[in-house]
């Protein structure tokens, strides 16, 4: 990997994951009441709000990002993707909605993970700050990891060919 690739990822990395712990620290803050949360239960249910988070995060990412930097790519504002792709990435479709759905079944996985592992550990009822705390390192590290996906899928496609003008 070139040391541009790398500043390049890095600094798309950190202004995801950091945009990300922010505002659903903010929405989870302002969605929530009480001291303690249920799993599955209530007015403040964690799991669905988990789940919708996963889904959405992680289609928005995607949406946004795939079509963001397709517009950087084409003007020349990126740097060249000099690595192997994963096979499990090299599979993702190229399409910009396409994209933006397979990284949404990831993220929804993913959330579904960790709504999984809460409910074997037993953490039910959960206090709020915890809560807070939670969604907001989840949130950032799944975009993270959906921005990451998104980054090497549209950067290793090839670029499309130029549209020449009919010939009058």
């Known amino acids: 990997m070139s040391a541009d ?3 390049f990822l890095q600094r798309q990395q950190i202004s995801m994951g950091i945009t990300n ?3 659903n620290g903010l929405f989870a803050w302002l969605l929530t009441e009480g001291a303690y949360l249920s799993l ?3 007015k403040g249910a964690m799991g669905p709000d988990l789940l919708a988070t996963s889904l959405i995060l992680a289609y928005l990412v995607a949406l946004g990002g795939a079509f963001g ?3 950087k790519r084409e003007s020349g504002k990126t740097p060249a993707l000099a690595v192997k792709l994963h ?3 090299a599979k993702l479709p190229g399409s910009t909605a396409r994209l933006a759905l397979g990284v949404a079944v990831f ?3 993913m959330g579904v993970l960790l709504a999984g592992l809460m409910s074997v550990f037993g953490l039910d009822p959960f206090p709020r700050e915890g809560y807070i705390a939670l969604k907001s390192v989840y949130a950032g590290l ?4 959906c921005n990451y996906l998104v980054i090497m899928k549209v950067l290793s496609d090839p670029l499309p060919a130029p549209v020449s003008a009919p010939a009058r």
């Not at 799944?142 to 990891?145: F, I, K, Q, S, V």
């Open 5 to 7: 690739f790398r500043s």
């Open 87 to 89: 096979p499990l990435i």
């Open 21 to 23: 712990v922010v505002c």
């Open 142 to 145: 799944l975009a993270m990891a």
């Open 69 to 71: 930097l397709r517009k």
């Open 40 to 42: 599955w239960q209530g």
């Open 107 to 109: 993220g929804t996985v």
